[in-house]
């Protein structure tokens, strides 16, 4: 047991600070430790890159390049210690079933074999070869997964940095739009102050005119109360005359009947009006206010749409799934029932939900073949024969056409700006405020936004279209 611990030790000693194998080519630093050669050039490239001082992997210690020494010695001792197996690898060289050498390699099932077992049922059918020959193709693969692991680690080395700057930027951009909302409140305010001050000025102005008219008309109703006093009176002695000095009165009193029930002037019928205008406007800015609220209430958090296809509308060529999630080209044109709202001439297809308020997203993931599109589009848009795919005609989208990612923005596609392939898009939708925006769904990158204005109160839907192989998929 001694021997081989000693063996183990001596081993671990003999392994590569960064691949963590077996040295290879081994070369001594100037701070005495050693590496693969191989190891410590690709070392050297990645810290060059980010044009930063080299150190050791070790110790820290600055190094120079170009000053590697082999280690000659140490290469013989390596070259020695693989051609000692040590007691558990002894014991990996047989079959625990067989206890023959396992000197053959199955394929099929990627496991050790001996003689007996490559003879068994289980591997009657499968390729088998040696084990000299499989290790090579398979040594291969793992050194690409190991050259994968160094280009992650040396990005990660990287990441810091990139993520400090990451940082420091979302938090640059979030204090230019808190500033922007600041801003924004307080011109809303003053406008709401500068319209309340306005009306309270109106409100105050009519209770002065009502007031000083309050005394006038007051004044005017007590003569005239006096006034019809004196009449009736008048009248009410002169029905008491004798026959001749009645009849000869009657006329003049018939007159002063006639003219004291005429209607008395009324409080000025101008101020009537104005204080149902002051009443109409309560009634206006009551209702604004409710949608205001309600608007702020929808429109500050942004919904999660639910979307899936409909199927109503679906093209005749494209083939939904059952839970109406995945679209894709079918090869054959189906005959289908007559259907308004079923496009007949462009393989396109809107979602069921629709949207006429609020802010909403929802993503989808996009294949890499053929062309593909998705977007938003206004119920009104056309359905039946050529379509004129453009935001003058209701469809605001991004896609694939010819192998390029574009804005269709007639009559200029725009080339949208990617670092990479695209694999999930976010589609954010503000009815309110006019935008339709796209997202790298994976990244949070911003990749094309459409600056509508208004939608003219009209409901937007999700809007797909594919060709060829494409094929989208609605996540949950």
């Known amino acids: 047991m001694a021997k081989s611990v000693s063996i ?8 590569c600070p960064i691949c963590r194998q077996l040295l290879t080519d081994p070369v001594l630093m100037e701070c005495g430790h050693n590496f693969c050669r191989l190891c410590i050039s690709d070392y050297y490239v990645a810290w060059k890159e980010q044009s930063r001082l080299l150190k050791c992997p070790v110790c820290g210690a600055p190094i120079q390049e170009g000053r590697l020494r082999p ?31 396992l000197n053959l390699f199955c394929e099929n099932d990627e496991e050790l074999l001996c003689v007996i077992c490559e003879r068994s049922p289980e591997h009657k059918s499968h390729k088998v070869v040696l084990a000299e020959e499989a290790v090579k193709g398979y040594k291969d693969k793992l050194y690409r997964r190991l050259r994968a692991l160094k280009e992650k680690r040396s990005k990660t080395e990287m990441s810091p940095a990139d993520a400090e700057k990451e940082t420091l930027d979302l938090l640059k951009r979030l204090q230019t739009e808190k500033e922007k909302a600041v801003a924004d409140f307080k011109k809303l305010h003053a406008f709401l102050e500068e319209q309340e001050s306005y009306l309270l000025d109106q409100i105050k102005q009519l209770q002065k005119e009502i007031a000083k008219k309050r005394k006038t008309h007051l004044t005017k109703l007590v003569e ?24 000869v009165d009657y006329k003049t009193n018939l007159e002063k009947c006639d003219k004291a029930a005429e209607d008395s002037d009324s409080f000025p019928l101008e101020l009537r009006w104005r204080v149902c205008d002051i009443v109409d406007i309560n009634l206006f800015l009551e209702n604004i206010a409710e949608q205001y609220e309600e608007t702020l209430v929808s429109g500050l958090p942004i919904q999660k749409a639910e979307v899936t296809f409909d199927q109503t509308t679906a093209h005749p060529q494209l083939i939904l799934s059952e839970d109406r999630k995945m679209a894709r080209m079918g090869e054959f044109y189906r005959h289908l029932t007559k259907n308004p709202e079923r496009f007949d001439e462009w393989p396109f297809v809107l979602g069921r939900e629709g949207f006429a308020s609020g802010r909403h997203y929802w993503e989808v993931t996009v294949g890499s073949e053929d062309a593909w599109g998705l977007g938003v589009a ?37 080339l949208l700006t990617l670092h990479g392939e695209l694999k999930r898009i976010r589609v954010s939708l503000n009815v309110d405020g006019g935008w339709v925006t796209f997202f790298d769904a994976d990244t949070a990158a911003p990749l094309f936004a459409y600056s509508v204005g208004t939608f003219s109160g009209e409901t937007l839907f999700p809007f797909f279209y594919l060709f060829g192989k494409a094929r989208l998929a609605l996540d949950p």
């Open 8 to 15: 183990v030790d001596l081993k671990e000693d003999a392994l």
């Open 71 to 101: 280690n000659q010695q140490l290469a013989s001792i390596v070259d020695k210690l693989k051609q000692m197996p040590s007691l558990e690898e002894e014991k990996d060289l047989f079959c625990p079933k067989h206890k023959e050498k």
């Open 224 to 247: 005239e109360v006096t006034s019809l006093k004196n009449i009736i009176q008048e009248i009410e002695e002169s029905c008491e005359q004798p026959a001749v000095e009645f009849l």
């Open 378 to 414: 206004k119920k009104s848009v056309k359905r039946h024969g050529d379509v004129d795919f453009s935001p003058e005609e209701g469809f605001w989208a991004v896609g694939k056409w010819e192998g390029n990612y574009t804005a269709y923005n007639p009559p200029y596609f725009t």
